[in-house]
């Protein structure tokens, strides 16, 4: 499995700040059938796990089913060797909130670096099988959120394989 250097205490730390916080003060599955979710049962969706992330999870709950994917299949960064954990949740939307990937914590954002160097956040604009309502509305997100969202990418990049994830979608995105 690949590995990175995020240690399993920093990824408890950054569960626990993201726990405290919400893009939006409501449920926003409410308004479109949990559409980021329901996608995750469905043939060939899924989660990647980031480097170390499944030091913190059990890979016996009942929640989840585990699959691993080779780096050099997909699209990942030259310096991803080996595989990675690729979840799917079983009965979507319900899942233990706590347990939830970094991937469902800080969407509908994602982090960029510009070409300046600077990590910023943008709009996920991944190319989804579903309509996020507050991507395409651009909903005005929690500060809190936001804040804490950047504050545990500025951590994440420290790790040279995130790092290395997080410039090369950022330099697809400089592309256009
Ligand atoms: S993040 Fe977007 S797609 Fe997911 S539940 Fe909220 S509004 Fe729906
Ligand atoms: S872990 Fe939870 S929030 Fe994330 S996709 Fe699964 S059901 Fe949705």
Known sequence: MIKGTTRKRTYRAIYRLL?????????CGMICGSACCTAVSEEDMGIYLLPGEEKIHDKHADWLTWNTQSTE???F?????GKVNWIRCKEPPHCPRKMRPIQCRTFPL???ITEE???ILVWNDSDLPYCCPMIEEETELD???IQATLTVWKHLI??????DLVKMDSEERYEG
């Open 158 to 163: 420290r790790d040279p394989l995130i790092y």
């Open 143 to 145: 500060p809190d959120f």
């Open 110 to 112: 994602a982090p960029h």
């Open 73 to 75: 299949e997909y699209d």
């Open 77 to 81: 960064p030259p310096s991803w060797h």
């Open 19 to 27: 726990d405290r916080v919400s893009p939006v003060p409501f449920d």
């Open 117 to 119: 160097g600077e990590l």
